[in-house]
């Protein structure tokens, strides 16, 4: 941990969004409203009639396989990776996400038009700080073939090794890159969620994803793109999982220093990883300064 601090920033203006929720298929709006510092990111249900908020930190995230869901007190927003992620490489500390169903709208299964967004309207910085959480000695997670490690750095950044040996085409994809605005918008933004056909067949049969088609994921079927656009990038789908992972890390709920090195992690994996981060983040900040 270090003493360095930064300036806390909100968004200059609220911004709406309007569409489907991938698993959910129900319509959905957002609406980000800005908040003043130490609020941090939070959801607000506004469609239930207690209207419950939902801190957007590790420790409200319920660990399944496929996306991030936070959940308090029964209440429940999911598919929150890519929004958070755009919020986190634009440095949004402080917002009050109102959402009108349980799922983030997935719009074409990437962060791009939320990072357009935030570009568009602007950044506030606010008067008061906060410290960042810069690793000083490796953290690390491991389980099984899935590897998460943090090193120091000066920066935020992430590299990503993806492994598919069922997948020709896919198999083993490298991404690196420094965390920041116009990376972000330039270089991880764009890349969409993406499936193997196999898997996720079933899922739509048993009616398990509502929302989704080739209008908003990337599929991969016979050693093909089934979109008729194909990829923007070669190396989209391992770019897709950078961004998850910035969503994900954005969880512990500071910014973040370091440089984070994964291979094959998830959603589950990277929420297992921000717990090991956020818990030593505590234990650092309850020993007394000598």
């Known amino acids: 941990m270090t003493s ?12 709406t969004f309007e569409g489907i929720g991938l698993f959910t298929g129900l319509k959905t709006t957002i609406r980000l409203v800005p908040q003043p510092p130490n ?5 607000q249900r506004v469609d239930l009639l207690e209207k419950p908020v939902i801190e957007a930190l ?3 995230v319920k660990k399944v396989p496929g996306y991030t869901l936070l959940e308090k007190e029964g209440a429940r927003v999911q598919t929150v990776e ?3 992620s755009a919020l986190s490489a634009f440095t949004v500390d402080n917002l009050l996400i109102e959402i009108t169903s349980p799922e983030v709208p997935i719009l074409d299964g990437s962060a791009k038009i939320f990072a357009e967004k935030i570009q568009e309207v602007g950044i506030l910085e606010q008067d008061e700080t906060k410290p960042y959480f810069q690793v000083k000695e490796p953290l690390y997670y491991s389980n099984n073939e899935i590897h998460i490690v943090a090193i120091p750095s000066d920066v935020f950044f992430v590299s990503y090794t993806m492994h598919y040996p069922q997948s020709k085409q896919l198999f083993s994809q490298f991404f690196t890159s420094p965390v920041n605005s116009k990376q972000f918008t330039l270089e991880i933004a764009p890349a969409r969620t993406f499936s193997l056909y196999e898997e996720i067949a079933p899922l739509v ?3 398990m994803i509502r929302g989704g088609g080739l209008h908003n994921a990337l599929i991969f079927k016979d050693e093909k793109v089934l979109n008729p656009e194909g990829m ?13 992972m910035i969503g994900d890390l954005s969880l512990i709920g500071n910014r973040l220093l370091a440089h984070v090195i994964a291979i094959r992690s998830g959603h589950m994996a ?4 921000a717990e090991v981060v956020k818990k030593f983040m505590m234990e650092y900040e309850s020993v007394p300064s000598v």
């Open 270 to 273: 990277n929420a297992s990883f």
């Open 4 to 15: 360095k601090n930064y300036q806390q920033n909100t968004l200059k203006r609220e911004i």
């Open 58 to 60: 590790v420790d409200n």
């Open 205 to 207: 049969e048993n009616g």
């Open 82 to 84: 890519h929004l958070l």
């Open 232 to 244: 923007l990038f070669e190396d989209e789908p391992v770019r897709h999982k950078v961004l998850d």
């Open 39 to 43: 609020t941090g990111i939070v959801f």
